[in-house]
């Protein structure tokens, strides 16, 4: 069986059906668990106080604030390559939501960083590079809105997350490119030392998880209300024709 039959809107909405409620019940398990575990069970930070416990809620936004990015990325070079229709449809769906996970992210570095840098804003590297992601977001979304043509629209916003996706990449590693700025490195890295304490580590893994399946099952949903939609103004032009 090929990966891409399920570029098929019918097989693509009867294969997700069957998944969608697994995924949306390990998603809201994982996030209860994490959430919980991670507020109410793991201690204060020697250095950062309480204030270290929003980690469970600002890394997995990020990281899916940035991973969303490149999956529409991956899904646009699909429809401009295959032309495959439920491709552009994902990424459009995928859209909304990795704009509210950095609104997330976004929020909560802000109130993460405000005890901790005195400010609830700085034009550090990240930061900036993270806000001009969510105004890319928005942009796309603003872009399919825009254009009446469906195919059109899907080219035009193709090409934007092509250029967005220097964002995402510099989201992610702006602290690697630039030495000096107030964020902090990397939460999670293959470099042990750098890693938060393991107490901090389990449930944060639990709550990334959770953020994963959580965006999954949202992107998923999504696309099928926009192969509906679609369909419903196929329809309804096929009708004005008539």
Known sequence: MSLWE???????????DRVLPWLAGLAGACLVVGLIWGFFFTPDDFRQGSTVKIIYLHVPSALMAINGWLMMLVASLVWIVRRHHVSALAARAAAPVGAVMTVIALATGAIWGQPMWGTYWAWDPRLTSFLILFLFYLGYIALW????????????????CLVGSVFAVLSRYAVNFWNQGLHQGASLSLDKEENVADVFYLPLLVCMGG?????IALVFLRTQTEIRARRMRVLLARERMA
């Open 6 to 16: 399920y570029a098929n809107p019918v097989k693509f909405i009867r294969a997700t």
């Open 145 to 160: 809105a825009a254009v009446e043509n469906d195919d059109t629209a899907a080219d035009l916003t193709s090409i934007l």
């Open 211 to 215: 953020f994963i399946l959580l965006f």
